[in-house]
């Protein structure tokens, strides 16, 4: 007997249809994808992606799949990873606050390696990537926080789910292979947080988006499952998070409208240490000092924060990315928060080693995930004070679609001014579009 | 800072030669090589494997790479995965009683798609395999049983790491990138027990073979992980289980003798219906009666048995495999237990249908998971007692290199007879072998 909230996915997932989605979700749709396509762009030159391809390219099928921002072509599955290592590496795409998974890397990795072999239609295409991130963000709730706080890297573990289902819909499965699909992804769910600040992080997505893939082409020739890969006694809530609420999958199933808690990340790292960067960057407009006045840097942040970035000796771009001493550091001594301040170079700084010493967070419960309290002492005695509620790209104070475009514009090196505008259209308009073949093929140097 | 178990593991893997093995241990590691060969030619003809090969053939690459008993070629990762499904799928390998993980599918699968493409010799094929298995079993017992009873299937979570050192050790990695193989071995553990019964439960130990081929692959090429995949706070142990002891996993590392704690399964469904087989087995040849003279068949069995296998209302053969109502009635009734008493046909058969439904197990934590205390009633009111303390196959009566040699002749349809006794002849000299390649040749139909 089948479990009825994986069967109640299943049905949900075979049965929508793209006149399902109203205009919010539409939009909100595109602005996910063309952040996503933004980051693939921006992380396609990344090393971890030249090392994937060195080290995997010779085992890769038929040559026919496009890897976005690549001049390589590979097999579908190999791209599905690629395009989860680039559009994750720099920790520059969305996160869903509720759950901290990012939840579009793993699901379009694999849609847009699915699409550039397949002929799918632009309105499929949002479908699809809607059920998968609704997918992934129910899951994630069902089971948060018990499956993250075990250590689960979720964005990995439960985007394998969005992936499966997604590229399911669009191979046509019937409900019992869609539910054969999600155990296959279910069996497949992985990816550890000990990997923050390498490059096996961004192997999370990339990993869970090609196992999604996978397990929807074993689905569909007939492959079976167990019964009830979320909820059986030995299921994935039972056996990753052993606390979780499985109604929260179900609950008003294609009636809410989950694109809603998704949020844009402003700059180029963990979530958590984007209020410190807002307020040190606050500070540095409202008053007159320079760097070298910082004599001490006192933060309290909430326990997440510490609990995922508490490294102050680091060497290397991607540690950068989850210490929360970098984060102060880079904001005070450069006055901005690009790809470049988080390089290898940029963390091995002088100015910001020194900066970094002068750090000292502070665990304090009573301070929201979202939010920080800062106090600057500088060298001529004067104390000065922040207090953030939420920083720039919070839910509740979201990019705009022109600051959307600018993120995609400043990061992306390894295609052309032009071909941008060019790709930032088309993404606006995918919805029109007959195939998004070309919209993949407009990516590629 | 590495974490000081996965880098002690690494550099054991790295340090050790083929020299260092004993006699005993070339003796052990080529029965479990000759059992393993044996049940990946007698799975390679079941659906699953014709699935896979469906679903996923056209995504290969560079078709050089053999597959045990199968015509097709495909590339090495994905050579991995069919010959991990093909050898686990009849439930026939080998099990570790410490921990119940099959640990040589995952870890031969892999090395025998490497050799396949790669240069190997016997001996380097023989020590990697120890390797292998030494990692896998440690890994196994230093977090038995809690990884296990959260309803991981370790075979998959934890075959993985085997795969990774293995093919590692013949790839030639150093120290830091062992430990980056180990830790992509880690971030990719998965496969849970809600797969019992289903062809997913075999796609555990091939995703492993791949997923730590795929490992070592990075690693070599300089991909990055974290630095305590099995010791630190978000590390595997910690996320996986939440209790371990990871001294097992470096306690007389190169100095136990490991392969000792394998065993072989003389019937090809779950290890913990062993006894129950083994008994009934015994009871008719002790006493005369027919099957249709049984009017109840009372059990009383560990209680993990009946959390692995109480399931009496079954269609399918791989349900049969976990079904200690099957176990009962195949042996009662057919009085064998081959590979023929676990196909789909048998388990609906009227008959044995009819024998299930007598069938009442009782769990009892005074009875060892290793025996079973038995009850016939028979329609003339004799009532046959067996109280069985470990069956045929266990650790403490073992099959004789005889006993794995019929065994393997018995299961093998995709080749004839004289061509499996030279596969059976390449195994028992492999350790001469310059080439481990021609074995893998010689499997092919």
């Known amino acids: 007997m089948s479990g009825r909230y994986s ?14 989605l109203n205009d ?20 396609a030159d990344h090393p971890a992606v030249d090392i994937a391809i060195r080290a995997l390219g010779s085992f890769a099928g038929a040559a026919d799949c496009a890897v976005i921002g690549r001049k390589e072509r590979v097999d579908p599955l190999l791209a599905s990873l690629l395009n989860g290592i680039s559009s994750h590496v720099h920790d520059f795409d969305d996160t869903t606050p509720s759950n901290y998974i990012h939840p579009t890397s793993p699901v379009a990795s694999a849609l847009f390696a699915y699409a550039s072999v397949n002929a799918v239609s632009g309105v499929d295409f949002l479908n699809a990537y809607v059920l998968g991130y609704e997918t992934v963000t129910r899951i994630g709730n069902a089971t948060y926080p018990a499956h993250y706080q075990r250590g689960w890297h979720s964005t990995g573990s439960i985007g394998v789910f969005g992936a499966a289902v997604a590229v399911g819909k669009l191979m046509g499965l019937d409900k ?18 000990d990997n923050f600040g390498a490059m096996a992080k961004s192997f999370h997505p990339g990993r869970s988006a090609q196992s999604g893939y996978m397990a929807a082409l074993l689905a569909a020739e007939g492959f079976t499952a167990g019964p009830r890969p979320l909820e059986g006694p030995r299921g994935f809530a039972e056996v990753t998070a052993g606390e979780y609420d499985l109604d929260i ?12 808690l998704n949020t844009y990340k402003p700059f ?8 410190t960067i807002d307020a040190c960057l606050q500070l ?16 309290r942040v909430a326990p997440l924060v510490l609990d995922l970035c508490n490294q102050r000796e680091i060497t290397r771009g991607l540690e950068g990315k989850f210490s929360i001493y970098h984060a102060a550091a880079l904001a005070l001594v450069r006055n901005r928060a690009s790809l470049a301040e988080f390089s290898d170079a940029a963390v091995t700084d002088p100015a910001l080693a020194a900066m970094r010493s002068r750090v000292t967070p502070v665990a304090d419960g009573s301070v929201s995930e979202d939010g920080v309290e800062i106090e600057l002492v500088l060298s001529d005695g004067r104390r000065l004070h922040k207090s953030l509620e939420f920083s720039v790209g919070n839910i509740r104070k979201p ?15 390894v295609i052309g001014e032009q071909q941008v505008t060019g790709v930032i259209e088309r993404l606006w308009a995918i919805d029109t579009l007959e195939n998004v073949q070309g919209l993949v093929e407009a990516t590629l140097p």
């Open 7 to 20: 069967e109640a996915l299943a049905a949900h997932i075979v049965a929508s249809q793209p006149g399902d």
């Open 24 to 43: 919010a979700d539409r939009h909100e749709a595109k602005r996910a994808l063309i952040n996503i396509v933004g980051c693939a762009l921006g992380g």
């Open 176 to 193: 019992a292979r869609m539910l054969t699909a999600i155990g296959l992804a279910a069996t497949q769910g992985a990816g550890i947080r």
């Open 249 to 260: 999958v179900t609950a008003d199933l294609g009636r809410d409208h989950l694109l809603g």
């Open 268 to 275: 180029p790292c963990g979530i958590v240490v984007h209020p």
């Open 284 to 299: 540095r407009a409202e008053h007159d000092f320079a760097p070298e006045d910082v004599v001490a840097v006192q933060l």
């Open 399 to 413: 990019l705009s679609d022109q600051q959307l475009e600018s993120k995609f514009r400043d990061q992306v090196r």
